[in-house]
């Protein structure tokens, strides 16, 4: 049997895990990505790398003339599978609305702090939150030094996370800062996805540069703020 079956059945969040996202912004599910859907967003990922693209982030977004088109459409279909959205709407609530995604390829020497790391900051977001980010392991995560620094008690303390293929991590960028480097120890791959409620504000007009004509997707539910705006950015889907 395959190591990612036995966790199928579990509960996409379990009492425990609610928990610790109440109390720290945090949570590493027990439930993963089912195997066959874990190794086609390992082969998109490679491919995706093989185009030679400098810059990884947004790559569900088709641009004008792309030659991987096939390829944005494929991870449209992967950050918004349903199984990503059910666990963003355990935390968010039912109405979704897909802002953000990026694809982290970390050489084996690893690296420093990610733009993607700091997107959220940037981000137009009214109210700034709440949000959640997936980050989806697409290669073992043997080491992520103070990837995300948690408050505890009061105080602010890293905490490593250690991630096989497929697991996942759900954090709160609200709460839980990313500090110093990313993946480390192996050339590793991530897929970044980040969601917010349909009651909040993308604010394309007066945004900071590169995101005020960022396509947003309304991804389940209903828009719940009539502010936002569905069609900027948007080419083909």
Known sequence: MSKYAAFRDNARLGEDELASWRASGAVQPAWRL????????????AR???????????????????????????????????????????????????????????????????????????????????????????????????????????????????????????YDPARCTPQGAGPEALSEAGLLIRYMPASSHYAHAGAKVGFTTRPIWLVRGQSRCPLNDFDIGHTIW
């Open 34 to 45: 089912a195997t066959a859907l874990l190794c086609q967003i390992q082969d998109a990922v």
């Open 48 to 170: 995706l790398v093989l185009t030679g693209r400098e810059d990884l982030r947004l790559p569900h977004v088709p641009l004008d003339g792309d030659e991987e088109m096939d390829l944005a459409r494929e991870f449209f279909d992967y950050v918004t599978h349903p199984d990503l959205l059910d666990l963003a709407a355990l935390l968010l609530g039912p109405d979704l609305v897909l802002w953000d995604a990026a694809v982290v390829d970390v050489p084996a020497e690893g690296a420093d702090l990610h733009d993607w790391q700091c997107a959220v900051a940037d981000a137009p977001l009214a109210p700034p939150g709440p949000t959640v980010s997936l980050w989806i392991a697409v290669t073992d995560l043997e080491r992520a030094s103070g990837f995300l620094q948690l408050p505890a008690n009061g105080a602010v303390r890293p905490r490593d996370y250690l991630l096989e293929g497929g697991q996942i991590l759900l």
